[in-house]
């Protein structure tokens, strides 16, 4: 699979020789939607909680006496029909929303996607990205000169320098290959990889 070598000024310089079982995958769109709902449902704490009618603060009193006054007989104020009543279901702390993916499907799940990005051109590939301060001006500069306005970054290694001076980028995430989440490869416009990075992508998802 041939992928762009990009420059310093995000110039195709060449091309770059990706491995086919990552990044020459067919697109398997139901594979790759149920990867991405597990990630999001696995990221749930699931710290929500409501109350049922045992728990609201209520007066056992029966609110107004069984007949003569023409409205539905009520045995106490907790009840799901009155306003400040308990819930009927309610959603508890303890709720588990966790999704369950094998990892052969996890990894067959990440090839499709990047393989998609590579056939759209929202994959590219660069030697390095280094910065020599953690600034964010001038790897915001280097990003505009690249014409990149929403960018996830997958480096080899990521330094202090690089993360201190993307982390108050909005539209850009830099990552090293081991974070690089499917939500994330969806995401953003475009995807750089270096070419550390690929080796690592390979050995992974291959």
């Not at 060449?14 to 990867?35: C, T, W």
């Not at 500069?141 to 929403?150: I, P, Q, V, W």
Request: net charge positive.
């Amino acid at each position: 699979m041939q992928i762009e070598l990009l420059n310093d000024q995000g110039l195709a310089a060449s091309q770059y020789e990706a491995p086919e079982a990552v990044f020459g995958r067919e697109y398997n769109e139901d594979l790759v939607h149920q990867v991405v709902i597990a990630y999001q449902a696995n990221a749930r704490q699931g710290t929500r909680a409501q109350k049922d009618r045992e728990q609201v603060k209520h007066s056992t009193k029966k609110p107004f006496k069984q007949k003569g006054t023409g409205r539905a007989r009520a045995g106490m104020t907790s009840s799901p029909l009155w306003r400040g009543g308990g819930r009927i279901f309610p959603n508890m702390p303890n709720e588990n929303f966790s999704h369950k993916v094998n990892k052969k499907m996890y990894r067959a799940g990440m090839a499709s996607i990047f393989s998609q990005l590579a056939r759209e051109g929202r994959l590219a590939v660069v030697d390095s990205l280094t910065v020599d301060s953690p600034k964010t001006k001038p790897l915001a500069a280097k990003f505009k000169a690249m014409n990149l306005d929403s960018v996830l970054v997958i480096a080899d290694k990521v330094d202090d320098n690089l993360y201190l001076a993307s982390r108050n980028l909005v539209n850009v995430l830099v990552v090293e290959p081991r974070y690089a989440d499917p939500l994330s490869l969806v995401h953003y416009r475009k995807v750089l990889v270096t070419t550390a990075a690929m080796e690592k992508l390979k050995e992974m998802f291959a």
